[in-house]
């Protein structure tokens, strides 16, 4: 089995960033390369178990003054055309592209191409697969490479696709044919504006509320142990529901903060969440009590504070110390954001042995009382892993 929750990890929350470094992922069991990134855009999906062929675009966006930019922009064009209609037609593989450049050096790109498979930015894993001509694809399948080169040649390896064109409009469709869009790729729902979510949510104006959320009932558990696809229905749910006055928005105020960091990292506003981690990170030992301190002492709103508690659990988690378990069980009752408690999860999924008891009671009693759906999910899917063995690489 892959590093799966490693990968689960850094998936959940990857559109509001995150200043420690991004875990590497390897591509298939029984291979020593992986894929590593300093930051995804757009979300990564993995099922459980997970036996997909991975397909890796390699690219750049700026070349060489003696290069072809022209050729090869439309190169690039072209093969994300073609990976993006893989991706709606293709479970069987996870689509991954990697850059070396940064987020801001792609963004012509990403408003010009539209991809809709994960992009890993500032990634040096061209050189761990010996990449040096862009745009390439490599196709992995059960841990071994199995093509490196042209279209031509990797695009043999799969089955041919419909055309990618003449699909009537989401509004055209009936209401046989929005379920089948939702459920078809339950990889399609973790992608923010995706058809999947779009067919959703227009299931939910279109239908009546007792049958749209029986409908959100069943499908539930389509994605998997996914707590992205669980907390989207869920969210979609919560919108139907006539018992519910007080409709919550899908962001909560450490997700909204996150995002404003994401664009703007470099500002000096950000200067005290930058020197809370300068320090923390770089205690020689970190105990129950400082932890818990430490969170306490920034239970406000404001957006530092907010990321602080937010970044607060990995970086718990990336010490690997056992004995700070209890430390995220405490911070995880006082916790008022639904997304900072899912982060917590995410440490307590990483840190708790397979199968703890302690850990899977304190899980169990949650899920009597979480009304959030975002950490609602989150409780489900940590729950699953720890108890099914799955949560360790």
């Known amino acids: 089995m892959i590093g799966i929750f490693q990968l689960v990890t850094s998936l959940l929350f990857l559109v509001q960033g995150s200043p420690p470094a991004v875990p590497a992922v390897p591509p298939a069991s029984g291979d020593s390369k992986s894929i590593t990134a300093g930051e995804w855009i757009n979300p990564l999906h993995l099922r459980l178990p997970d036996e997909r062929t991975w397909v890796l675009l390699f690219f750049r966006t700026r070349y060489p003054e003696t290069a072809n930019k022209a050729e090869l922009r439309r190169k690039l064009e072209t093969l994300v055309k073609r990976l993006n209609q893989l991706s709606r037609e293709r479970r069987d593989l996870m689509i991954v592209g990697l850059t070396e450049e940064s987020r801001d050096d792609i963004q012509g790109f990403l408003a010009e191409t539209q991809p809709r498979f994960a992009i890993g930015v500032r990634s040096p894993t061209h050189k761990t697969f010996g990449v040096e001509d862009f745009p390439s694809v490599i196709v992995v399948r059960r841990g071994n490479v199995e093509v490196a080169a042209s279209p031509d040649r990797w695009e043999s390896l799969l089955p041919p696709l419909a055309p990618d064109s003449g699909a009537p409009p989401l509004d055209e469709l009936t209401i ?10 339950p990889t399609a729902l973790s992608i923010v504006d995706g058809e999947a979510g779009q067919a959703l949510e227009r299931l ?22 996914d707590a992205v696809w669980t907390g989207r229905v869920r969210y979609q749910k919560h919108l139907a529901d006539p018992n519910v006055v007080e409709k919550l928005p899908f962001g909560t105020p450490a997700s909204d903060a996150a995002g404003e960091w ?3 990292r470099d500002d000096p506003r950000w200067a005290p969440m930058r020197a809370f981690f300068e320090e923390f990170n770089n205690r020689r030992s970190v105990t129950v009590e400082s932890v818990v301190e430490a969170h306490h002492a920034h239970l406000t709103d404001d957006p530092n504070d907010l990321l602080i508690r937010f ?5 718990v988690r990336d010490r690997k110390d056992i004995g700070l378990l209890p430390a995220l069980r405490a911070v995880y009752d006082a916790e008022p954001d639904a997304v900072v408690r899912s982060q917590i999860l995410l440490g307590m999924c990483e840190l708790a042995p397979t199968g703890d008891a302690e850990t899977l009671r304190f899980l169990e009693e949650r899920m009597k009382t ?8 989150t409780l489900g899917m940590v729950h699953s892993l720890i108890r099914d063995g799955m949560n360790k690489p």
Do not use: K, N
């Not at 046989?176 to 790729?185: C, I």
């Not at 939910?204 to 994605?223: K, N, S, T, V, W």
């Not at 970044?311 to 970086?315: E, F, N, P, T, V």
């Open 262 to 264: 994401r664009r703007s």
């Open 204 to 225: 939910r104006l279109r239908l009546a509320p007792e049958e749209f959320m029986a409908y959100c009932d069943q499908i539930e558990h389509a994605g998997g142990v």
């Open 311 to 315: 970044w607060l659990a990995q970086s």
């Open 370 to 377: 979480e009304s959030h759906f975002r950490a609602g999910a």
């Open 176 to 185: 046989e044919e929005l379920q089948e869009r939702v459920t078809r790729d």
